[in-house]
């Protein structure tokens, strides 16, 4: 596993912070998908959302060093394209030289904190489509939470919708994650029944004056028999997410290889179930994944 000096990033924040745009200026660019081929990428926009647990370790991707060196060790691994993740990682990543010839997908909202009250409030505290510019970053990516017993849902469509139009101006992509969903004893959870997921599907789909540059990120429904239905409700290109898998990784690979073999699915976009694997060989959990394809 590639070793991360805190120390050196730390004096390189302190003393040159102009080297995170230095490192972006020059970063060896690809395009998003290379010709016939479909998107692995790395997922860790998580911690800013204040959500650090994997299963029962609560603070699992609290410690920024390991989770570099998950992440450079992920990236380093055939077959896969690139990362999403928040500013604070990929000006990491670009420091340690960890992004050239891969995708760059800066996540756009994450100020529904995980577990808060105001959890549904996805506000967009991240990459800003003129940042994503500016940096020669690949794409972008939105959190689509919609309850229909909340109002302030109203707000974030909006908002998502402006952003999807922002994007576009700038024909960039944009992967939206949409859910349905609801509270139960105070916690919210997500809806992935066939019929949640369709409609989620639905409505991320008409975000916008314009879906030529909108992908869809979408999880495997509850049944996995109901993924080929679900997934006629629009032609956009989609790439699957990798959600809690809990034990039986086995399990979730299957339902991931059912589901790519769909004429919209174009790929996996999967974070904590392959940085912190249940037997903790990162490479060979990123390989397997990657086999899928």
Same mark, same amino acid.
């Given at each position: ?13 302190? +003393? ?29 926009? +998580? $911690? ?7 299963? #029962? ?5 609290? #410690?920024?060093?390991? =989770? ?26 670009? =420091? ?19 577990? /808060? ?9 991240? +990459? ?6 500016? %940096? ?7 959190? %689509?939470?919609?309850?229909?017993? &909340?109002?302030?849902? /109203? ?22 994650? $949409?859910?349905?969903? +609801? ?19 639905? @409505? ?11 992908? =869809? ?18 032609? =956009?290109? /989609?790439? %699957?997410?990798?959600?809690? @898998?809990?034990? #039986? ?29 249940? &037997? ?6 990123? &390989? ?6």
């Amino acid at each position: 596993m590639t070793r991360v000096d805190a120390s050196e990033l730390v004096r390189l924040r302190t +003393h040159r912070p102009e080297a995170i745009a230095e490192a972006a200026a020059r970063r060896a660019r690809r395009p998003l998908l290379r010709r016939g081929g479909r998107l692995m990428i790395v997922a860790a926009d +998580h $911690p800013a959302r204040g959500a650090l647990a994997v299963g #029962n370790r609560r603070l699992a991707m609290a #410690n920024r060093v390991d =989770l570099l060196e998950r992440l450079c060790l992920a990236l380093s691994r055939p077959g896969v394209d690139g990362v999403l993740a928040t500013a604070d990682i990929l000006d990491d990543l670009l =420091l340690l030289g960890a992004l050239e010839d891969r995708v760059v997908v800066g996540s756009m909202n994450r100020g529904g904190l995980a577990g /808060a009250s105001f959890e549904l409030d996805d506000r967009f505290t991240g +990459h800003r489509p003129e940042d994503i510019a500016r %940096l020669g970053f690949d794409a972008g990516k939105l959190l %689509l939470r919609v309850d229909y017993e &909340d109002p302030r849902s /109203a707000d974030t469509l909006l908002s998502a919708a402006r952003a999807v139009d922002a994007m576009a101006e700038r024909r960039l992509p944009v992967f939206v994650e $949409p859910f349905l969903c +609801h509270r139960r004893d105070g916690r919210l959870t997500n809806d992935l029944t066939a019929e949640a997921v369709t409609r989620s599907i639905a @409505i991320a789909s008409g975000l916008g004056g314009t879906s030529a540059y909108t992908w =869809l990120k979408l999880p495997v429904t509850d049944d996995p028999d109901d993924m080929a239905r679900v997934m006629e409700t629009s032609t =956009l290109p /989609a790439v %699957l997410l990798g959600g809690e @898998i809990g034990d #039986n990784q086995e399990a979730a690979y299957e339902k991931w290889r059912r589901a790519l073999r769909l004429p919209t699915v174009q790929g996996l976009v999967v974070g904590r179930s392959l940085l912190y694997p249940v &037997d903790g060989d990162v490479a060979a959990a990123v &390989d397997t994944a990657v086999s899928l394809l």
